[in-house]
């Protein structure tokens, strides 16, 4: 059971989101609550498998909430999913920085959510190739993700380069596997591997590396 909370200041939004969650038998919405504040404490209570946070809160904003939860320096990050809307691009590179696993544009849809929330809690942190291969595109030249080195601190396999292209293309490591013909095991290891060697704390910010670095222009 995927066990959910929900942060919003619009209760028509956590309601709305509450509804399409609970139809689901693998997920569980354990709390939904209207500020920031709020959601770190119920987060730190209730230490929910994915964390939906809207940016904009009363109290204490998503950004903030997904640093304090999520970010730099916590011995325990949650896993948070950021919902926002496509012009509000000067919060992206924020989240990814503060720790962030994925992003949802909040009029996505209910199978965008449900995708979201899954990719989230199984470690893929992506939502669609559509909306991260887009905001990673604007991101990567605009503000470098401070946690992961331009030059990696060891050179990155052939394989490895594979791996990492098809990850910032947007696909899922199961997708990554099939396309190139490796375990999902073995995806998962290429990426471990590539996260140490570049300093990035998941696989967003080895996405937002390879646009920044020129890798997917090779």
């Not at 919003?8 to 919405?29: C, K, S």
Request: glycine share 8%.
């Amino acid at each position: 059971m995927i066990r959910v909370l929900i942060a919003d200041d619009q209760e028509m939004v956590r309601a709305g989101f509450r509804m399409i969650l609970e139809t689901q038998d693998d997920i569980e919405v354990v709390a939904d609550v209207p500020d920031g504040i709020t959601a770190v404490q119920r987060a730190r209570e209730l230490r929910p498998d994915v964390c939906l946070l809207d940016i904009r809160m009363p109290g204490m904003d998503g950004l903030e909430v997904t640093k304090t939860l999520a970010g730099p320096g916590v011995a325990d990050p949650l896993k948070v999913v950021v919902v926002t809307t496509f012009d509000l691009d000067e919060y992206v590179n924020a989240a990814l920085s503060n720790g962030a696993n994925g992003f949802l544009l909040k009029d996505a849809g209910p199978a965008l959510l449900l995708e979201a929330v899954r990719a989230a809690d199984r470690g893929d942190a992506l939502v669609s190739p559509q909306i991260t291969v887009r905001l990673l595109r604007h991101f990567a030249s605009a503000v470098p993700t401070p946690a992961a080195a331009d030059s990696p601190a060891e050179p990155l396999t052939g394989r490895e380069r594979d791996v990492v292209k098809a990850a910032a293309r947007g696909l899922t490591n199961t997708e990554i596997g099939t396309e190139l013909y490796l375990s999902l095991s073995t995806v998962k290891t290429h990426l471990a591997a590539v996260q140490a060697k570049i300093g990035a704390r998941n696989r967003v910010e080895v996405a937002a590396w390879a646009w920044r670095t020129g890798l997917m222009n090779g």
